[in-house]
């Protein structure tokens, strides 16, 4: 190959690469201008394409946060229901110790015993934030945004046309 040949088709592929370049930057730019004009509906909200492109990664911290919640309640039930087993061992060895363990307790010392023990060591779950409605929310927007975002985006770019 001639030193002129070499140093032509070196300038060609160059100008090639270079225009690949340019049309991927204009190609990009219109997307975005696209993404940022074009309205879409996704679980009841309208947004832009770039919101809903974004929305899908505040989905992702909605998630961590809706498994955190779940996983606070459950403990908080847990340690109600072990509250309550710990209470009721104490109203059951009360009422032995009372009534001895051959005599079948009366109902008034059962109840007496019960109540007192109770009213002494109570448990009350204190819910400020109403954690089931939220939770309750949460799953709903969740599983609306991820049941139709996919459909909705691909829909948009099917029809949307852009000129480069």
């Known amino acids: 190959m001639s030193e002129d040949e070499y140093k032509k088709n070196t300038s060609a592929e160059h100008q090639s690469l270079t225009d690949l370049i340019s049309r991927r930057d204009r190609l990009k730019n219109a997307i975005m201008k696209s ?35 779940k996983y ?22 009360n009422i032995k110790v009372i009534c001895g363990k051959d005599t079948k307790p009366d109902e008034n010392v059962i109840k007496s015993v019960s109540d007192g023990i109770t009213k002494g060591d109570p448990i009350e779950v204190f819910d400020p934030l109403g954690l089931d409605k939220i939770i309750k929310e949460l799953e ?15 829909e948009s770019n099917a029809l949307t046309v852009i000129t480069v």
């Open 72 to 93: 606070q309640r459950q403990q908080v039930v847990i340690d109600v229901e072990l509250h309550k087993q710990k209470v009721q061992s104490k109203i059951d060895d």
């Open 140 to 154: 709903t927007e969740i599983e609306d945004f991820k049941a139709n975002v996919d459909y909705v985006l691909s």
């Open 35 to 69: 993404n940022s004009v074009t309205e879409v509906e996704v679980g009841g909200n309208k947004m832009t394409v770039s919101q809903v492109i974004e929305y899908k990664k505040i989905i992702e911290y909605k998630q961590k946060l809706l498994q955190r919640l």
